[in-house]
Each structure stands twice: as structure tokens, then as C-alpha cells.
């Protein structure tokens, strides 16, 4: 089993659309503000973990999730703060076991920024959510 690590450091990154796949890891370091949004399809055992903010991708006229999970089975988000989404910040669709925790959510200030969106999903665990806008 190979495992992959993006990784972001401290500074300023415009990451654009990251597609993470099966053992792959996001881990944005502390320092760090990535502009971008986060994918995974069809995928298992995938992790994204931050000690540093995490903002909307600069693409124009194209509004995604900040973190898009479609059909991924054993997840898991934790430390990572995300800030004025275009859309929804946290949107897992048909998965299953996906556990987040120490996530922080800032400006959900737009039209239909849900937050955290589980669609036909199951074994979702949401532990110690930060959201300062409700």
C-alpha cells in the first residue's frame, strides 16, 4: 500500500483542486493558508489534517465545496479551519464512516454555505465543531 502526503506549509498556496485518491493524505502545516478545495471519489482510508487555515479556491465562476467526498469509505478531517466558502464547506455524499473532529468554520456569511452537508451517508462522527456564525 503506497501512501501519498500533499503537503502545504507555512506561507500562502494556491492549491486549486486537489483530488486525493485511496491512502492519500492532505496535511496543511501551521503557518499555512491554502487556497483551494479538496476532492475524493470512489476512494478509502483518506485523511486530511490541518493546524492552519483553509480557503475557497480563486477560480472564477466555478463554486465547489470546500472538501467534496463522493463515495469514500474510512475518512477523516481534523484541526482544519475553513473560511468563506462559496458553497458548502463539508459536503460527504453516499460514504460511509468519516469522522471529523476539531473543525472550525468561519463566514458562512453567502447564500446556501451550509456547513457541514452529510447526503446518504452513514457512520458520520462530528466531534468539537467550531462555528462562531450560528
Not at 503537503?7 to 501551521?30: L, M, Q
Not at 478509502?44 to 467534496?68: D, H, Q, T
Request: hydrophobic residues 40%; aromatic residues 6%.
Amino acid at each position: 500500500m503506497t501512501l501519498s502526503v500533499h503537503y502545504f506549509g507555512p506561507g500562502i498556496h494556491d492549491a486549486g483542486v486537489i483530488n486525493i485518491r485511496s491512502n492519500e493524505t492532505v496535511f496543511i502545516d501551521g503557518g499555512a493558508v491554502v487556497h483551494g478545495v479538496v476532492t475524493s471519489q470512489d476512494s478509502r482510508n483518506i485523511k486530511i489534517i490541518a493546524e492552519a487555515f483553509w480557503m475557497p479556491v480563486k477560480l472564477r465562476g466555478e463554486k465547489l465545496p470546500m472538501i467534496s467526498l463522493r463515495r469514500v469509505a474510512n475518512g477523516y478531517i481534523s484541526g482544519i479551519i475553513l473560511r468563506d466558502p462559496h458553497l458548502y464547506t463539508v459536503a460527504p455524499t453516499n460514504c460511509d464512516s468519516i469522522a471529523m473532529d476539531n473543525i472550525k468554520l468561519i463566514g458562512l456569511w453567502r447564500y446556501n454555505t451550509d456547513g457541514i452537508h452529510p447526503t446518504n451517508s452513514k457512520n458520520i462522527t462530528i466531534r468539537n465543531l467550531l462555528c462562531p456564525c450560528l
